[in-house]
């Protein structure tokens, strides 16, 4: 097809699937992967949202809910932002989305024209970009500090500009683990442009607070969901807190592209919000077991980290002592060593000359995955 929408052109693929999905052939051949790529909780559904979905279909809760989200699970996260962030949150300035990724797009379809650039960090979350190219928008890609793979707030006011419809911040963010401290975030609210605010690592947090944009500012767009914080990564159920002001036309486009998010979901999340608390602090000790081993034995094997990730399930390593090219080394591993591991240039130029591993995987698995990679590392004609 000749035709094609010439921003569709500029995407790239999400490398990171491209290596699970090698990954899979190698499985399905009878290698045995150990799977450090994925940004995927290894845990079940916490029991009372499995339950409750049970419940859903039992009670024939199978139609179409209010295009915003049942009335229910709005008051529910609204009470959840209350006590988590002592934010008031009006219920009907919340659309429930399949997934935090529709309301990324919302969010974006909203704020963009074709004139229009979003502030995006480099590195970042792979998708951020794809979807700002989606949008008709520009991305503009700001790096963060060398030192401490932070957000500079300068570095951001330089980009800022009449065309500026955005600025993407995440925290803890993905790849790096790093929480945004309150000064950044008072600055960056202060600068006059709307911020998105992705908020789906909030739970996972082991030294720090996370906060929120909305502590800060009521003029910003909260994209949130349950695939993290809960594990409920194939229930698809997000939600995008956004400004009286601009629900109305949220809520049509949510009408035309997506109707409504799963109703059995939104019974499942409705549980998860009022019950799962003591489930995501067992998951979230697991984690931090598991973030505190990887550290120390990707330190002992060579890897860099100078700060430590704080927050969601990633490290982001420097592995420039082994690699200049974090696509070829990324593939070598898998080839080689068996292990699943995501190259820094998925998470943009700035992320050459590293690699992201994940801990969302047992720690007997993260022990077998390493020592096959200590192996690798080792060889003679490396």
Known sequence: MKHTNPQVEQMTSFIVMDVLERANELQKQ???IIHLEV???????????????????DRHLTHYTHSLGDPELRREIAAFY???????????????????????????????????????SNPGYACYRNFVLAAQAKPVLVPL?????????EAIRKCVNPHTAAIFINSPMNPTGMLLDEKFLREVAALGVPVISDEIYHGLVYEGRAHSILEYTDQAFVLNGFSKRFAMTGLRLGYLIAPKSCMRSLQKL????????????QQ?????LRQADSDVERMKQIYDERRRYMITR?????FEIKVEPQGAFYIFANARKFTTDSYRFAFDVLEHAHVG?????????????????SYANSLENIKEGLDRINRYLSRPDF
Do not use: W
């Not at 659309?95 to 995006?120: F, K, R, Y």
């Open 39 to 57: 940004g995927e909780p290894d845990f079940d559904v916490p029991s009372c949202a499995s339950e409750a979905a049970k419940a859903a279909y």
């Open 30 to 32: 009878g290698v045995d």
């Open 341 to 357: 591991i995501t190259p820094g240039v998925d998470f943009g130029t700035g992320g050459e000359g590293y690699v992201r591993f």
């Open 298 to 302: 990707l330190r002992e094997m060579g």
């Open 145 to 153: 500090s060398k030192e401490y793979l932070q957000y500079d707030i």
């Open 254 to 265: 949510q009408q035309n592209l997506f109707i409504c998010a799963s109703s059995v979901a």
């Open 268 to 272: 499942a999340g409705i549980a998860a």
């Open 82 to 120: 209350l006590r988590e962030y002592g934010v008031t949150v009006d219920p009907d300035c919340i659309v429930v989305t399949s997934g935090s990724s529709p309301s990324i797009l919302l969010a974006l379809m909203l704020l963009c024209n074709t004139d229009s650039e979003v502030i995006l």
